[in-house]
């Protein structure tokens, strides 16, 4: 088939997106050496197969009689192929009859959009007529000679569609991100801000406001009525303090009966009960008809480390001792120079039982690092098995060159692609294809595309009628760095 007509017509199908240009690029490739009369198209929702449909019957239509079948119910469908061929209808018992009779010097050009929709005996009676076929879909309906698929948008792509909202090109990686691939999502964002927002719709929405409002008004002041009364209750229940020769004393404190302390502290170890019984006798209360008398900086320093006793041993026993030892501390003016033993004494023994309490949560943690240290080292075993080659491709000039072989599922597939063909040189690449991981198999790169067919000449028989074709490496660039921006968005969300 001569295609030099229809690449010069190409070249003024200025609005086409890259990718569209692409396909029709490849296309053309196809029908300059092949004389195909099926060709089948695959791709997602929403990646332009209708804006390519359209685009191809204005291409054709100068050189063959096109016509076009795009949302049309199946029981119409014959009726609205004989319209636009032949101008009239006839019987459908006759239409093939109809079509071996035409003699017109425009050979006929069936386009069908999303083929999906049709039964496959449809679909198998329009592919059996003598006629160049076009088909574009989601999935593969009929055994086609050539399937083309339609690759993913890139940034070229997100930046001529999105050329008025004039957004950087951080901004356009996040659109594309959040597409997967679908242009209608690409340009969501767009219709949103352009679409009028109804008055009724805000006058709805400011009910539920003014009762969220409310109902917060209501607890903050709840919340403020519980805090002035915890306030007023504890200033009244706070006890006074007095003065008396510069030292502090607690004047109002209801003390904790001694018969009382004793039956609480008997449950406790001996050790606790050595320690409340020293307490006991070297803090007893002195006589309060004498004066007091001022202490001396020996006193108070011996005061002080009375007090840092009492506090350890709040650390070990039940709140009732705490505050029966450090009543009787408190009044206590004289201390005795057993004080300095006791608390010794109370230190080593709980540092000792501090450390002997650390020893196996340390040994806990030791062993919780070890067991992150494997695991972490499992996963980048696993990271490197993988064996996708992004940064060669990513360092590899964007004018090369690469011949696509095939699209996996997961890195092992490809391990499994890569022992039936050892010989080949192969790289690959992990990209975000509807939501899936998906991992492309290329061979190259090359300096022109002209050496990837030359290549591709070279290849096993099973691999060449695979449906390997050329892409740029330039396009590969695009999705690796679109796949990165994916994976980082969610991970932060």
């Given at each position: ?9 190409l ?30 198209t ?50 459908a ?35 059996s ?82 009762i ?13 009525g ?56 070297a ?28 506090a350890?041993?709040?650390d ?22 057993n ?124 691999l ?30």
């Open positions: 088939m001569d295609c030099t007509k229809l690449q010069q017509a070249a003024d199908l200025a609005h086409l997106l890259p990718l569209q240009q692409d396909w029709f690029t490849r296309l053309l490739f196809q029908l300059s050496f092949n004389d195909i009369e099926t060709i089948q695959l791709g997602a929702t929403g990646s332009g197969k209708s804006t390519l449909a359209l685009a191809l019957a204005e291409l054709l239509s100068e050189q063959f009689n096109v016509a076009l079948l795009t949302a049309v119910p199946e029981k119409q469908a014959i009726t609205a192929i004989q319209q636009q061929w032949f101008g009239h209808q006839v019987d018992t006759d239409f093939t009859a109809q079509i071996n009779q035409y003699t017109a010097d425009q050979e006929l050009c069936l386009i069908i959009d999303d083929g999906q929709d049709y039964s496959a005996a449809f679909m198998q009676l329009l592919t007529l003598s006629v160049r076929c076009f088909i574009f879909a989601t999935k593969p309906v009929v055994p086609a000679a050539l399937t083309l698929t339609i690759n993913q948008a890139g940034p070229e792509d997100a930046q001529q569609l999105l050329a008025a909202e004039e957004l950087s090109s951080e901004q356009l990686a996040q659109r594309l991100a959040r597409a997967q691939g679908n242009l209608h999502y690409l340009l969501q964002d767009i219709t949103a801000e352009k679409s009028p927002k109804l008055k009724v719709d805000r006058v709805q929405e400011n009910k539920p406001r003014l969220v409002m409310f109902s917060i008004a209501i607890v903050a002041i709840l919340i403020a519980l805090v002035i009364g915890f306030q007023q209750f504890y200033a009244t229940h706070q006890p006074k303090i007095t003065k008396q020769n510069g030292i502090e004393n607690v004047a109002e404190l209801a003390l904790v009966p001694e018969h009382s302390v004793i039956a609480t502290t008997s449950g406790l170890p001996s050790s606790t009960d050595n320690v409340d019984t020293e307490i006991s006798k803090y007893q209360p002195q006589d309060t008809t004498e004066p007091s008398k001022p202490l001396d900086t020996i006193e108070l320093a011996e005061l002080n480390n009375t007090i840092n006793t009492a350890l041993i709040e070990n026993v039940s709140d009732q001792v705490a505050t029966k030892s450090v009543k009787a501390v408190s009044k206590k003016m004289l201390v005795t120079d004080d300095t033993a006791v608390s010794s004494t109370i230190d080593a023994s709980k540092s000792q039982s501090q450390s002997s309490a650390l020893e196996p949560a340390t040994a806990a943690v030791v062993d919780a690092n070890q067991q992150l240290d494997v695991s972490l080292a499992a996963e980048v075993t696993e990271t490197t098995e993988a064996g996708c080659h992004e940064p060669q491709l990513i360092a590899a000039s964007n004018t090369a060159s690469a011949l696509q072989l095939a699209v996996l599922s997961n890195p092992a597939a490809f391990k499994r692609f890569y022992s039936r063909y050892p010989k080949l040189d192969m790289l690959c690449y992990q990209r975000s294809w509807q939501g899936k991981s998906q991992v492309v198999v290329l061979l190259g790169p090359f300096t022109d595309p002209k050496q990837a067919l030359a290549a591709r000449k070279n290849l096993p028989t099973k060449a009628e695979s449906g390997s074709f050329v892409k740029s490496i330039k396009a590969v660039q695009a999705e690796i760095t679109a796949f990165n921006v994916s994976q980082q968005l969610s991970t932060v969300d």
